[in-house]
């Protein structure tokens, strides 16, 4: 049968097959199917565990021999065969036939990298489908990462915050085994709270001299030498565009709903509230002067830049945007830096 990995679970809880084949270039997800298989096998008594490294030299005649000979030291055994090529050549008969016709008291373990159609049409991984289980592991999207985050988070018994996700996300870049280790890292800074953007903030920052926070204060303030200095020290101490992006957005979103509020006379706070900053009251006295929707237009721009949908450098597009926020530059539709 075909599964996935969340399937995995609840089918080794109600018998172990003869033959798993894992495949996929996730490396984490790929590992931790592999670990809940090699789990449930030792908990069923397989505890004599041989290892199979298969490339162009390897002698399929090893593990056919070892497939029909007893063990010396456990009655049950598991093969795991690692074949990052996912192409067995002349081994495929074998492996066809492992899954055919299982030895007894053998569990095989087949891992491999991705398979393309070709590949996953092969009559040994069909027989493997047939009469095994095969996992195919796919990569996270990058617009489903928040919802993994959110369901690892529950994992480790911790609450993740949709704009806390979203900011790991953007940061992660794909990365699941970073995503799982920044995670970790925040459950246990947050205990028995929330885990909040403003605590993935942090917890850069904790490490850097200059902070992305005081560079959004700076900026919107209006003070751009200060703003300019900061934006200087977080590129030399390699903080990620993208955290120096979400605060300064995360500053307007603050000012936008500021006016608002002004505007309509009302004091209300917005669905989008737990993504805004509270100005200061060097912000709110420049607040008529600025001009916003531009500003949020050439958020969107700088964006795009830092992953790679528009042409510029990411750099330079952060030093325009601190600069027009901070009324050092405003950019204009004439002046090229702003896609109206």
């Known amino acids: 049968m075909r599964l996935s990995a969340d399937q995995l679970p609840a089918a080794l809880a109600r018998t172990l097959a ?11 997800l790929v590992g931790e199917a592999a670990d809940a298989i090699r789990a449930a096998a030792r908990a069923a008594g397989y505890a004599d565990r041989s290892v199979f490294f ?3 030299s390897f002698a399929w ?13 456990a009655g049950k055994r598991l093969f795991e065969l690692r074949m990052p090529s996912g192409k067995p050549d002349k081994g495929a008969p074998l492996l066809a036939e492992l899954a055919e016709q299982p030895p007894p008291d053998v569990v095989c373990l087949v891992v491999t990298d991705k398979l393309d159609k070709k590949a996953g049409d092969a009559p040994w991984v069909r027989a493997v489908e047939k009469h095994g289980v095969w996992l195919p592991i796919w990569p996270v ?28 996300a953007d940061r992660v870049e794909g990365n699941l085994l970073a995503a799982k280790q920044e995670l970790e890292k925040l459950s246990l800074l ?7 953007a403003d605590l993935v903030l942090r917890s850069v920052g904790d490490s850097a001299r200059y902070d992305v926070f005081q560079l959004a204060e700076a900026a919107a303030a209006g003070d751009a030498a200060r703003a300019l200095r900061v934006l200087l ?26 006016r608002e509020r002004d505007r309509l006379r009302s004091q209300v706070r917005g ?9 200061s009251a060097q912000a709110l006295s420049r607040l008529k002067k600025l001009p916003l929707a531009r500003l949020l237009r050439q958020a969107g721009h700088a964006d795009r830049v830092i992953k790679g949908l528009a042409t510029g450098d990411a750099w330079s597009a952060l030093t325009g945007l601190t600069g027009a926020l901070a009324g050092a530059l ?5 002046s090229g830096r702003v896609a109206i």
């Open 271 to 279: 669905s989008g509230w737990n993504l805004a900053a509270a100005p």
């Open 54 to 56: 298969i490339d162009r």
């Open 18 to 28: 003869g033959i798993y084949l894992v495949s996929g270039d996730e490396p984490l």
């Open 233 to 258: 020290g977080l590129k030399s101490e390699g903080v990620e565009p993208t955290l120096i992006l979400w605060a300064l957005v995360r500053e307007l979103r603050g000012l936008w709903q500021a």
């Open 141 to 168: 999207d990058t617009g489903a990462l928040p919802a993994w985050l959110r369901a690892r988070a529950r994992q480790l018994h911790a609450e993740i915050e949709p704009a806390a996700a979203q900011l790991i």
């Open 61 to 73: 005649d090893e593990l056919h021999h070892a497939s029909r000979s007893l063990s010396l030291f």
């Open 190 to 196: 947050a205990g028995s709270e929330a885990i909040s």
């Open 330 to 334: 405003q950019a204009t539709p004439e």
